[in-house]
């Protein structure tokens, strides 16, 4: 097995092809190479579904400019093309990963002789969203109120009737388009609301949960925060005659997704350890490169490398690293510095010395996904 410090300098390349969607696992896909992306999390077992995935959009901006307080301040153009041009194109992706889990569903349950999970006996096949005036995309979520997170245009493509999900200030942003028929304020997870079930709201199904990792220390922008993406592999995760805070209800098997564009302090994640009921934490989506705005704005990977170990993520994700075409003021002073898994394990090396606790890192999976690439979550 290679050492973690060889897997951390190991720069993953494109597969030749893309690992096929298992219908029991989460598949997450990198729909640009900045910060969009695609969860589809498949349906518990007994959900008579004609669909295997729930499915999340993330962060979306596809084409056009970026534009915060006007050109003159901020405008950021993707310098990294990508087949993923337009929510329907997003759409389309999702109905091939359909028919690709639920192909392999059928298969499984000629092979195995049982009933296939999710309720699915057959592939699906492509549906004219457009006629129906329906979406695939089960939810919309949005991190940040900037535009390269909570994007005008792009959200505008998308199907009014898609549910949204955003941080409080971003709430704000989207309401005043009066587009969207739904649109909910992501609470925050605290220690004082330690249960993932509380964070459950309509319409989400009682499975899933979104929550927010607020900072300890919060600026005026609270950027470096994250979602707490919690889902559960029962359903329903309740006893029938219990609420959400009771604490006897029998404890579910449940995994959670911590996506944090800009990076969050491993302080600020601590509290996971109490979640009750306890969590395992599956994938932690944290950019590589550091970023400076003046101040800090991505943390980087010296900084993942110490969140990645506090919660205990099988897998870590590179996310945010693109490197923008800019203008305005933002353009002449952004700085971006390359950085490489592998460096941040030589700077750890440095200043702790040759016994940096490497060990610890044995079991994670680290990701470079290219546009369009996906993972599937084991």
Same mark, same amino acid.
Request: aromatic letters at 6%; glycine letters at 6%; one cysteine or more.
């Given at each position: 097995m290679d050492s973690p410090s060889s897997q951390l300098h190991h720069e993953l390349s494109a597969a030749a092809s893309p690992p096929p969607p298992n219908p029991h696992r989460p598949l997450l896909t990198h729909l640009n190479a900045d910060t969009s992306w695609l969860l589809q999390i498949p349906w518990p077992p007994g959900e008579q579904r004609e669909r295997i995935y729930y499915n999340i959009l993330i962060d979306p901006w596809f084409q056009g400019p970026q534009k915060d307080f006007g050109s003159w301040f901020s405008e950021q153009w993707h310098n990294t093309p990508t087949n993923i041009k337009?929510?329907?194109?997003?759409e389309d992706l999702i109905e091939k990963n359909e028919a690709a889990a639920a192909a392999a569903a059928a298969k499984e349950k000629d092979e195995l002789g049982v009933?296939?999970?999710n309720g699915a006996t057959q592939p699906t096949t492509p549906q004219n969203h457009e006629a129906n005036n329906t979406s695939p995309i089960d939810l919309i979520v949005i991190?940040?109120?900037?535009?390269?997170?909570?994007?005008?245009? =792009?959200?505008? /493509? &998308?199907?009014?009737?898609? #549910?949204?999900?955003?941080?409080?200030?971003? !709430?704000?942003?989207?309401?005043?388009?009066?587009?969207?028929?739904?649109?909910?304020?992501?609470s925050p997870f605290t220690t004082s609301h330690p249960d993932w079930r509380t964070h459950s709201t309509p319409p989400l199904p009682p499975w899933l949960s979104i929550s927010r990792l607020e900072p300890s220390f919060p600026d005026m922008i609270s950027l470096h925060a994250a979602l707490l993406i919690t889902f559960s592999s029962s359903n329903p995760p309740l006893s029938s005659d219990s609420p959400a805070t009771t604490?006897?209800?029998?404890? =579910?098997?449940? /995994? &959670?997704?911590?996506?944090? #564009?800009?990076?969050?302090?491993?302080?600020? !994640?601590?509290?996971?350890?109490?979640?009750?009921?306890?969590?395992?934490?599956?994938?932690?989506?944290?950019?590589l490169n550091d970023v400076k705005l003046g101040s800090q704005l991505n943390l980087g990977a010296h900084n993942g490398l110490k969140v990645v170990r506090e919660v205990g993520a099988r897998y870590w994700i590179r996310t945010h690293d693109e490197k923008k075409t800019a203008y305005g003021l933002v353009g002449r002073i952004l700085r971006y510095?390359?950085?490489?898994?592998?460096?941040?394990?030589?700077?750890?090396?440095?200043?702790?010395?040759?016994?940096?606790?490497?060990?610890?890192?044995?079991?994670?999976?680290?990701?470079?996904?290219?546009?369009?690439?996906?993972?599937?979550?084991?």
């Open positions: 337009t929510v329907r194109d997003v009933e296939a999970r991190s940040h109120e900037f535009r390269d997170h909570c994007h005008h245009d =792009t959200l505008l /493509e &998308a199907n009014k009737d898609i #549910p949204v999900f955003a941080v409080n200030k971003a !709430v704000k942003v989207i309401s005043g388009w009066s587009h969207f028929t739904i649109i909910k304020q992501i604490t006897s209800t029998p404890i =579910t098997h449940a /995994e &959670a997704l911590i996506y944090t #564009p800009h990076g969050i302090s491993p302080t600020d !994640v601590s509290h996971l350890r109490t979640a009750s009921p306890s969590l395992k934490t599956l994938a932690l989506i944290h950019g510095t390359d950085v490489t898994f592998g460096d941040a394990i030589e700077r750890e090396k440095e200043e702790k010395g040759k016994e940096s606790g490497l060990e610890d890192l044995e079991g994670v999976r680290f990701e470079d996904l290219g546009v369009g690439e996906r993972v599937v979550l084991e």
